[in-house]
């Protein structure tokens, strides 16, 4: 019940055009009360200090950016967006993180192209956060019409489409050392894009879920869960639930181990 009166006062006031300038505000809130969107973001701080560069795609309306910062004040940060409604709120960002944060409007994919974004509309509201360049990922997904019911007390919708550009990420020549993605079922394609930086620079990757869990073991890399008791990374077991997960290099989990980021003894670390 309070989401849907969350969506109903989210509607009349984008009616009245007050629903970005109020995103905008929470954002200076949260990230001045020091509040990170996602807890796995804590596991950052054990780098702080580095210059490694922060690779953050689908930057939405750039709270991972925001998050990172908390948890790391030293790494600078690139975001890229494809949705140009974001802009405002990753201008936002930009005034407050200065220039440790840069961002893009464009999108990561396996090539560079134009593609349609798909974006779904529910009642005459926008949910620009489930935007996806994979229609699938609305048409046929019962988690996403489960959201919609519990928001809006409907599972009809209508989807928008819109032609955007993509970037092939080995394109830019870059060398992160950290990556997170959320592209709404297009994971593997954006990892697609970054063979050739991954084989380089051997970046610590946060994916949302697990579509890009079979190219990155190709590449080798190992799938690790983040534990928020003790804040370290570990295998995922039987019966562990994550939305985000990590995706490590092999051959770093020793050296991960030794400034705390994977706990020593795992099995990820005698892997090594």
């Known amino acids: 019940m309070m989401k849907r009166w969350r969506f109903q006062i989210r509607a009349f006031l984008m009616r009245l055009g007050l629903w970005g300038p109020i995103e905008r505000l929470r954002l200076r809130l949260r990230f001045g009360l020091g509040i990170a969107h996602e ?30 910062r908390l948890a790391n004040r030293s790494a600078p940060i690139l ?17 407050m993180l200065g220039d440790s944060f840069q961002f893009r409007m464009v999108g990561l994919g396996a090539r560079t192209e134009v593609k349609q974004l798909f974006f779904p509309i529910v009642k005459g509201v926008p949910f620009l956060q489930c935007a996806t360049f994979v229609r699938d990922c609305l048409v046929n997904n019962p988690g996403i019409q ?15 489409e819109q032609p955007l550009p993509l970037l092939r990420f080995d394109e830019l020549a870059l060398n992160p050392g950290f990556i997170k993605i959320d592209a709404e079922g297009g994971e593997a394609d954006v990892i697609a894009g970054m ?9 610590l990757i946060l994916a949302e879920g697990f579509g890009a869990e079979a190219i990155l ?19 995922m077991q039987t019966g562990d639930s994550a939305c985000n997960v990590f995706y490590a290099p092999v051959e770093k989990l020793l050296q991960f181990e ?14 090594a």
């Open 39 to 68: 807890p796995e973001f804590e596991i950052f701080r054990r780098f702080d200090g580095t210059d490694q560069l922060f690779v953050d795609v689908g930057a939405n309306l750039g709270q991972s950016a925001l998050s990172f």
């Open 146 to 160: 489960q959201l919609f019911f519990e928001w809006t007390d409907t599972r009809e919708f209508d989807i928008v």
């Open 195 to 203: 063979t050739e930086t991954i084989a380089r620079c051997r970046p």
């Open 79 to 95: 975001s890229f967006e494809p949705n140009p409604e974001m802009q405002s709120a990753l201008e936002v960002v930009q005034d």
């Open 258 to 271: 030794e400034i705390g980021v994977i706990r020593s003894g795992t099995q990820a670390s005698r892997a």
């Open 217 to 235: 073991r190709s590449l080798g890399y190992v799938t690790l869960v983040y534990q928020a008791d003790g804040s370290y990374l570990r295998p």
